[in-house]
């Protein structure tokens, strides 16, 4: 549509919004760059190599190629789509196989892949969640989970949303107390926290929800493959599968892939798979993409010194951004966040960072509460010392001259 033409009113506020536009003129506007090439921890973005401390690729496996020669073989022998959804012709015997796999892996009876990890969010939650029902959520859970909320109460009247203090056990207890015992509760929440790094209170959810009558459903899309002595994340951190009653897990951060799976007992999932409209309504996950997911299942269990790796790199930088005064909340995990607060200074020092060569996210409101946009930084098993060394070096001469350390 021309400028001098009227716009239908739904396309008004897009002709009005400013925000990017001032952002990109004023050179700060840091979303959808487009990486011209992938080097295993280096980027190329306009032409230079960056260092890549902002992808959730936390072992190093999307670029590995025993990774691509399995993805070429699903495509060789199944194509480049399942053209069609699990529930019809859009199973292939490579889905179930990976399922009875997962579920092993994370010790429970079975699992139910999904097309991506926030569809296993929406139709997992959604399934099982109905009317009456109370949900009950972490203030910090991933949007994916929020939308899960959403899609449930769009399609089920009078289900009970609370949402808890981030990782506060008084305030979910205070919640849990409120509700009749007998009515139907799930708590959700993630294991490790996606903007944050930090780790669930696990056992303490546990111990709360077997005294009101409620179900733990876990989002370890940051902690497979992170936590855990041998990467199975948070019920293997706190050394105890039945922690979590479900737990879900995303392919594109550690397994290097794309889709997501969630698992737990044989007859909830058998359920899940016959109400969840986001795998009912949507097509499976393509070949390629399960081929990597099997390749990466196989190499987090054979190569457990990865996992090793990248929580001494999680420890290391940890350390040293803290070591230098940046404020990194409560991470414990590859996911370090540095806690700028103001949304102008984050964009700032995000701009000189990605001037300087090294590649990190900048967070703000509504990723995280108002007032404290940060900058993520994230880490991988293939991360070398010397790169991590640089990483702090900049981010300390930066810092500074922000007045931020
Ligand atoms: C905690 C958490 N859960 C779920 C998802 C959704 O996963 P996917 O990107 O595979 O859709 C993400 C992705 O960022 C996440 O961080």
């Not at 999307?62 to 199944?78: F, G, L």
């Not at 009456?132 to 949303?161: E, Q, Y």
């Not at 930088?317 to 991470?331: E, H, N, R, W, Y």
Request: with cysteine.
């Amino acid at each position: 549509m021309s400028k001098t033409t009227t716009p239908a009113s739904v396309f008004r506020k897009c002709y009005e919004w400013e925000d990017a536009a001032r952002a990109r003129e004023a050179g700060i506007y840091p979303f959808f760059r487009p990486i011209e090439e992938a080097r295993g921890s280096k980027v190329i973005i306009e032409g230079r190599e960056l260092i890549m401390a902002g992808s959730n690729n936390y072992l190093g496996l999307a670029t590995d190629p025993r990774m691509r020669d399995r993805a070429i073989k699903a495509v060789e022998h199944y194509g480049t789509s399942c053209s069609g959804s699990r529930f019809m012709n859009g199973t292939l015997a490579l889905h179930e196989e990976l399922e009875v796999r997962l579920a092993a892996f994370v010790g429970k009876e079975a699992a139910l892949c999904f097309t991506t990890g926030y569809q296993t969010n929406l139709g997992s939650i959604a399934a099982l969640v109905g009317r009456g029902d109370h949900i009950i959520s972490d203030k910090f859970n991933h949007a994916s989970i929020m939308d899960g909320i959403f899609l449930t109460v769009g399609l089920n009247r009078n289900v009970n949303v609370h949402r808890y203090k981030h990782n506060n056990m008084e305030d979910l207890e205070r919640i849990l107390a409120k509700i009749p015992i007998e009515e139907s509760k799930l708590i959700v929440t993630d294991g490790v926290f996606s903007m944050e790094g930090d780790i669930v209170d696990l056992p303490s959810v546990r111990a709360l929800a077997d005294k009101y009558n409620a179900a733990v459903y876990l989002d370890e899309a940051h902690a497979i493959g992170v936590v855990g002595p041998t990467g199975r994340g948070v019920t293997e951190h706190f050394h105890d599968p039945s922690l979590a009653d479900l737990v879900m897990c995303t392919f594109s951060k550690s397994f290097g892939s794309i889709g997501g799976f969630v698992a737990g007992d044989e007859l909830v999932i058998d359920y899940i798979k016959h109400f969840a409209r986001p795998l009912i309504f949507s097509a499976s996950i393509p070949p390629a993409n399960l081929g990597a997911a099997m390749a990466a299942l196989e190499i987090i269990e054979q190569e457990p010194e990865r996992v090793e790796r990248l929580q001494e790199i999680a420890e290391k930088m940890i350390k040293g951004f803290g070591d230098l005064g940046f404020d990194v909340g409560t991470a414990e995990t590859p996911i370090v966040p540095l806690v700028i607060g103001d949304n102008e200074k984050t964009f700032t020092f995000w701009k000189h960072m990605f001037e300087r060569g090294v590649y990190v996210n900048p967070v703000i409101s509504p990723a995280v509460p108002p007032n404290r946009a940060l900058i993520r930084t994230s880490y991988m098993a293939i991360h070398e010392d010397h790169e991590l060394d640089t990483i702090l070096e900049i981010a300390a001469d930066e810092g500074k001259k922000l007045g931020i350390i």
